[in-house]
């Protein structure tokens, strides 16, 4: 279907407007600049044979009236009415003489001879002026040519006027001839170029139909390859930005793929571990009641374990429904700092580790609260988790007029530099072993990540391997909602 909205459909359209335009116009232009020149030329052959018998009118004393009797002057008179006769069958046309008083001497069609003719033309001729005016809707010529006669004092006078028309038949005949003329070429020429837009366009187009073709396949699942049409700059924009989405996408698949295997490995994991207890138990007769204790304390804290793990997967599900369920208010960092603190200060003394936190002003700032807090607890539970006998953490909380940082560092087992890149992925372990031992579920990092981006912050991380690890997370003191979201 032709929509115009189609390049291609623009294309030939621009194609035949170029092409067919000029042409019509320059024929206009031709036919046009013919007329008028054919115009000029043949009042001025009317002209010059009108001059001719003008002199004949003089010298034959064509305009007295007063030798009318005079054979002689019959005759001349006759002679000249032939000329005059002659020129308007030549020219198709008509020839009045007008003597003094306006009255009407001659009409080759003989209907208003001893008329007189009150026109502006010939009183204008009268006064020495020549006219020539072409009546194209008429199709005829007219003109004015005056008789002048000197007199023997070199005065010139006007003794008589001659109003000539003339048809424009044979002018007529040749526009008609060149507009036919034009007309076939014309029509070839469209039929040409009517080909050539078709084709054309459909040449110019083809890239971007290739790229339908080529995104099509990957829509319809033949194929997940980045694609290339390198026909066109353009194509190469369209098809390199389709590429980068299609990689993002696929790195997305990707990672959705191994989200799952990870939640499935990490949810069967404790449920492994129930069964072989549960199994070991029902396989033994007569199980002392201290076993049975025993074995019951160790699945209670597997199931402690799966618990945590769904209720970390939940606060990530929803960390990732943008933006919602955030709740705004303006806070005292300082007071939220030292509440968590106090919340994690028993497990600390259980470590033995020593907590200070260093306020270095107050700190207001406009945040969601349980989003902070989930920021808080989980750096400053890390830092206690992975810390040495004895040790120490430390957290620094400051601000500048538009930012606050909160900086949480400890004395602890460091991470490698190698995984310092992972650590915010979901399930990434630095210390597999020490991480389980410890109940980590590695989600902490990555639900602190997402909280600290969803406050329009960011979070760095700086560690020595054996020494300690500092994390820093920088967040806006003031939120500003993005629009849009
Ligand atoms: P987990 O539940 O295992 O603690 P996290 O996402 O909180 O998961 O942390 C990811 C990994 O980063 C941890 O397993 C640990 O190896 C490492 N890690 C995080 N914080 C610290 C820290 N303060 N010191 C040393 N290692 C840390």
């Not at 320059?26 to 009317?46: F, K, N, P």
């Not at 390859?225 to 989405?245: C, G, M, Q, R, W």
Request: charged fraction near 25%; hydrophobic fraction near 40%.
């Amino acid at each position: 279907m032709i929509h115009l909205r189609s390049f291609r459909v623009r294309i030939c359209i621009i194609i035949l407007a170029v092409g067919i335009l000029p042409g019509i116009l320059l024929q206009g232009a031709i036919v046009q600049t013919y007329e008028s020149r054919a115009v000029e030329r043949r009042a001025a052959t009317v002209q010059n044979q009108l001059l001719i018998i003008s002199q004949h009118l003089l010298s034959n004393n064509y305009f007295s009236t007063y030798r009318l009797e005079d054979p002689g002057f019959q005759n001349s008179r006759q002679v000249i009415n032939a000329e005059l006769e002659m020129i308007s069958n030549l020219y198709e046309g008509r020839v009045m003489i007008i003597g003094r008083g306006c009255k009407i001497i001659k009409d080759t069609y003989g209907i208003s001879e001893g008329k007189t003719i009150i026109s502006e033309e010939v009183i204008k001729c009268f006064r020495g002026e020549n006219i020539t005016h072409y009546d194209s809707q008429n199709g005829y010529i007219e003109m004015t040519t005056p008789v002048v006669s000197t007199g023997n004092d070199g005065k010139s006078t006007v003794v008589g006027v001659m109003l000539t028309s003339v048809s424009d038949t044979s002018i007529r005949d040749t526009m008609d001839l060149m507009n036919r003329n034009a007309l076939t070429i014309e029509l070839l020429i469209i039929l040409a170029i009517v080909a050539m837009a078709v084709g054309l366009s459909g040449v110019l187009t083809r890239p971007f139909k290739k790229v339908s073709t080529e995104i099509a396949k990957v829509r319809d699942g033949t194929s997940d390859k980045a694609i290339s049409v390198p026909d066109y700059v353009e194509t190469v924009h369209i098809v390199n930005a389709f590429n980068e989405l299609l990689s993002r996408m696929n790195t997305l698949n990707e990672s959705r793929q191994e989200f799952v295997a990870n939640v499935s490995h990490e949810l069967k994991t404790p449920m492994t571990s129930l069964k072989v207890l549960a199994d070991s138990l029902l396989s033994q007769d007569n199980v002392p009641a201290e076993l049975y204790r025993e074995f019951m304390e160790d699945m209670v804290s597997e199931i402690d374990r799966e618990n945590r793990i769904i209720t970390d997967l939940l606060a990530l599900v929803k960390m990732d429904k943008k933006a919602q369920g955030l709740n705004i208010t303006a806070l005292s960092i300082n007071d939220l700092a030292e509440l968590t603190l106090k919340r994690l200060r028993p497990i600390a003394r259980k470590k033995d580790v020593e907590v200070v936190l260093e306020s270095m002003r107050p700190v207001v700032a406009e945040v969601d609260e349980v989003k902070m807090t989930l920021v808080m607890t989980n750096l400053m539970e890390n830092a206690i988790k992975y810390n040495k006998e004895h040790g120490w953490v430390k957290v620094v909380l400051d601000a500048d007029h538009q930012y606050f940082t909160l900086e949480v560092s400890d004395s602890g087992i460091g991470i490698p530099e190698e995984d310092l890149p992972h650590i915010y992925e979901r399930f990434y372990r630095a210390d597999k072993s020490h991480s389980r031992e410890m109940g980590g579920t590695g989600l902490g990092l990555a639900i602190t990540r997402s909280a600290v981006l969803q406050l329009h912050g960011s979070i760095s991380v700086t560690s020595i391997l054996g020494e300690g690890s500092s994390f820093k997370v920088k967040i806006p003191l003031n939120y500003i909602a993005e629009s849009g979201v």
